[in-house]
DNA sequence: CAACTGCCAACTGTCAACAGTTTTATTGAC
DNA sequence: GTCAATAAAACTGTTGACAGTTGGCAGTTG
């Protein structure tokens, strides 16, 4: 047996697809064409029927009868909405990592904690934060949770979600460092082996990442008015 | 245009097998061969696939290749991390409802609570409660989060996994009576319209029903060992 | 010049057939 | 009688082709 990737045509287009949604190399709201990607694949419309389908079960992508599958498009409203469920989820995740984390997964979360205070400052604390950083301490504490069903949720699911929605980075300045000092919050309840305290350390900083979020929208929303208005 | 009913052969496939599974008339692990679903939906194996590839996506049906598809079969650790998932989603539920629902919303739900105590009364508190009064209640709640992807992840994907797991009836008997009093005492605390109480009672009530079924659980667990020592 | 009608190309939905793998049944040996 | 090996049956993965629908384009008409 050499063949050590028996996965099927399906599972690859599955991966490729979702990757290049998820990367934005394929915009939210484009419409898929079944046949122009088989032909970039390199496979039938078979195996890429079955892979979309996934996605769809996944939300990922919507299909309209006779018109094809699009990317799923996200309204800054589904944004928000995911948010709150993000808090709810993401605080039962660090509720549970507070009672199981061991010491030195402790430790790993100050190591990577520390690692991004350098590159936050490097950057001022605009893009590179939110790009990777962020997103890494959030999936380890998912993972420390110790709830498998969770944590795939989070990390599988809910995550690919958001990374349809590609705010631009501008959004964001400031709250790069604000949003550090939460994260130190939140290692030092988990530290403490108090789950109420770390469920509402989490809770509050997603919190505030939101209502950060909302106020951005709005700006952006006035913004995209006045610029409305003088062209008209 | 007449044709209202404009649904793909795959969509109804796609549905059919969803309410087949969890019915239960396709059982949990259950292999599906993909040539009888086609015989017997009357349908080819191409939209059979794609429907599958659906449910693969929502979680209800996992796939192995070259043996097929199989209905997923949830240990009782996977159901007990489900409930963690409900506690933080339907608390959230819960706070928003508190923060958004109408006096004539939280007569509807009383309404509704009055209904299921009869039915409680009537059956001594065994099947009917669970089964339909106990679902309709967490639906209502959902719903009135006013929080549309919240609401369709717990209405749509998690209650469809949860249902896979069949609990035998007896598991539960005495919870319906304490259900309902907690059931209650959600009411109570949307009334007062304070987040907080809100979701904190509606967490407590789901806390009790996982610590109910793990007791059940063990119980159960219990009870095969013996079996399982009587047979050797 | 605008709007409507009819046609055409492109695409999606569906199917039947082929290739490779797994499972089962049969056969033979010990 | 049991076990192993081989062959056949059944099933999944994949493909290419066909039918029905959609959207756009050209031509025509008011």
Known sequence: MEKL???????????????????????AGERLSEAMLARRFGISRGP?????????????VERTTHIGPRVTSLAPEDLLELFYIREALEGMACRLAAEKLSAAGILELEALLAEQAKAAD????????????????????????GNRKLTNLLCGDLYSLLRLYRYRSSLRVGRAKTALNEHRAI??????????????AMRAHIRNSRTSIEKALREAAVDAKELDGAVK
Do not use: C
């Open 5 to 27: 990737v028996s996965t099927t045509l399906a599972d690859r287009a599955f991966d490729m697809l979702e990757a290049a949604i998820v990367s934005g190399e394929l915009a």
């Open 48 to 60: 890429l029927r079955e892979a979309i389908g996934r996605l769809e079960g996944k939300k990922l």
């Open 122 to 145: 490097v950057n001022a604390g605009v893009g590179y934060f939110q790009a990777h950083g962020d997103h890494d301490f959030h999936f380890r504490i998912a993972e420390a949770s």
């Open 187 to 200: 290692i030092k309840a988990l530290r403490s082996r108090n789950g109420d305290k770390a469920e509402e």
